[in-house]
Nanobody
């Protein structure tokens, strides 16, 4: 089992930045790829970014490429999502997730956090 706890969400204005953190506990953190997903009201959960266990490879949704950065600190069992130039349409609950495999699909991920709300106002 892997337990995940997100933090860092909040209310910001369009164009602002925010950094999300996800603290993991349980099994060996570096064995898992980590992903960030988001879900807006009435919409499906969507992929945002992912990073391999070593941190050597990352992937992003096209909509966030160049503005968001995923990183991890294996010594701290933590993964981060730096979000810059936020847009109102990115208002959502943001989830971190752990997977034995590197990929974008929701169903690849075995463990999920409870989510953190990000609200971007005009």
């Amino acid at each position: 089992q892997v337990q995940l706890v997100e933090s860092g969400g909040g209310l910001v204005q369009a164009g602002d930045s925010l950094r999300l953190s996800c603290a993991a506990s349980g099994r060996t953190f570096s064995n898992y790829a980590m992903g960030w997903f988001r879900q807006a009201p009435g919409k499906e959960r969507e992929f945002v970014a992912t990073i391999t266990g070593s941190g050597g490879n990352t992937a992003y949704a096209d909509s966030v490429k160049g503005r968001f950065t995923i990183s991890r600190a294996n010594a701290k069992n933590t993964v981060y999502l730096q979000m810059n130039s936020l847009k109102p349409e990115e208002t959502a609950v943001y989830y971190c997730a752990a997977s034995r495999f590197f990929g974008r699909a929701v169903n690849l991920y075995d463990y999920w956090g409870q989510g953190t709300q990000v609200t971007v106002s005009l």
